[in-house]
């Protein structure tokens, strides 16, 4: 773009060199039109028309690479919040993956609620993902591609899986931990791919 807006700002350039050599010159007077030295009137038509044009252009390009800048911190920021969500959640899971850890979260949990009543099994499931509404609102935004939003969205669903069962069935270590290793696997491959991009 700023090839471009150079190669233009040169042409305007160069016609207003052309237009005063050939009135200084008085070349039209040797083909048989006569005329002034300078036609002042066109003289400062001309200047007047290249200079917006070369403000519009000069403008245009910083708005532009104002934008693209603000585009890059944006994209910079999402990046930045899928990695810390990914780094909680592989942080928590890796808290349950411990026995001894997993048996007293399970005493905290009370059994006879909901799990959506249950605050303490609440605060398990969503303690990684505190940038949730952010992220949802970035990939709305297009600055968090489709793809990506929806490894986000495995990563998540996966992670609630693991935890539901190192809630619920905190004695079947076998089931546990395969769930564990599920979890791991779609979290790297979430981690690879989004700072692949």
Known sequence: MKKRISKIILSCLTITFAYFLLDISNLPASIGIQSEKINWNVASIVISNLV???????????????????????RDVAVLILNKTYGQCKDVAALFDNPSIRASAVKKCDFNKVVHEDKAHMRYLEAPFEYHEKIVDL?????????????????????????????????????????????????????????SN
């Open 52 to 74: 917006v044009i070369c403000l519009y252009l000069i403008t245009f390009n910083v708005l532009d690479s104002r934008n693209i800048e603000k585009d890059k911190n944006q």
């Open 139 to 195: 990939a709305s935004l297009g600055i968090i591609s489709q793809q990506e939003f929806s490894d986000y969205a495995n990563v998540k669903a996966v992670y609630t899986m693991y935890i539901n069962t190192s809630i619920t069935f905190f004695d079947k270590e076998a089931m546990v931990c395969a769930t564990y290793i599920e979890f791991l696997k779609k979290l790297d491959y979430a981690i690879k791919r989004l700072n």
